[in-house]
């Protein structure tokens, strides 16, 4: 069935260091592909999105690399700060649906200093 | 309007036991989702409205479970005689339609239920 799945359930890195998160997906009709931080106790923050007929797309210290060919999405996050500390989750969607999000587990940063 | 709010943010209650939850939207918002998170684990999706009419519920969704949104503002998620297994965050998130991006697709802070 449907999934979206992640490499590791757990990163560290050291503050100022440059993080690396994962993901896998499945569905080849997806055509959104969305990043979500979440922190304890808090609903998924929108971090950054990118539609399949792009490969990159940056933002403020993020960037997100999708690769369709391997069904591949990686978040990139530049200079780690403490407050990156989090669990980070890729979400994928298909635009002509309802936008549901098809979530998978999660990877939790931890920033050191 | 700060975004979405859900209310209570916690509800602890005895198996067997009724139990429903608020979701305000925001306000310029007519896409509805209603989702569910175990530890550990990424949001599922539960059910979606679009103003008052809800137009798909997943499979998760038992018997057991209702959502309205009557007016196409606030909704309710309400669940009947819960059982152990329903304990988890339950979060309401909502957008634009037709968004070009989701990146007006907002979560609230969700309420974590426990049956206990």
């Known amino acids: 069935g449907e999934s979206v799945g992640l490499h590791l359930p757990t990163l560290s890195v050291q503050e100022g260091d440059n993080s690396i998160i994962n993901c896998a997906y499945s569905?080849?009709?997806?055509?959104?592909f969305i990043w979500y931080k979440q922190e304890s106790g808090k609903g998924p923050q929108f971090i950054i999105d990118?539609?399949?007929?792009?490969d990159k797309r940056q933002g403020q210290r993020v960037t997100v690399l999708l690769n369709k060919t391997v069904k591949h999405l990686s978040l990139q996050i530049a200079a780690t700060q403490p407050g990156d500390s989090a669990v980070y989750f890729c979400?994928?969607?298909?635009?002509?649906?309802?936008?549901?999000?098809?979530f998978g587990a999660g990877t939790r940063l931890a920033v050191h200093p | 309007d700060t975004g979405v709010s859900q209310d209570p943010r916690h509800k602890i209650t005895k198996r067997g036991q009724n139990v429903t939850f608020r979701c305000d939207p925001i306000?310029?918002?007519?896409?509805l989702y209603w989702y569910r998170q175990t530890l550990g684990q990424g949001p599922e999706f539960l059910t979606y409205?679009?103003?008052?009419?809800?137009?798909?519920k997943s499979r998760l969704l038992s018997d057991r479970f209702s959502a309205e949104r009557p007016k196409g503002s606030f909704s309710t998620l309400e669940i009947q005689r819960t059982e152990q297994g329903d304990s988890a965050m339950y979060l309401c998130?909502?957008?634009?339609?037709?968004?070009?991006?989701?990146?007006?697709?907002?979560f609230g802070s969700g309420t974590r239920l426990t049956v206990v």
């Open positions: 979400a994928e969607s298909f635009s002509g649906g309802y936008n549901k999000l098809i």
């Open positions: 998130a909502s957008s634009l339609d037709p968004g070009r991006t989701l990146n007006g697709y907002t």
């Open positions: 990118i539609r399949s007929n792009m």
């Open positions: 569905n080849s009709a997806s055509d959104y």
């Open positions: 306000s310029e918002h007519n896409r």
């Open positions: 409205f679009q103003n008052e009419a809800q137009l798909e």
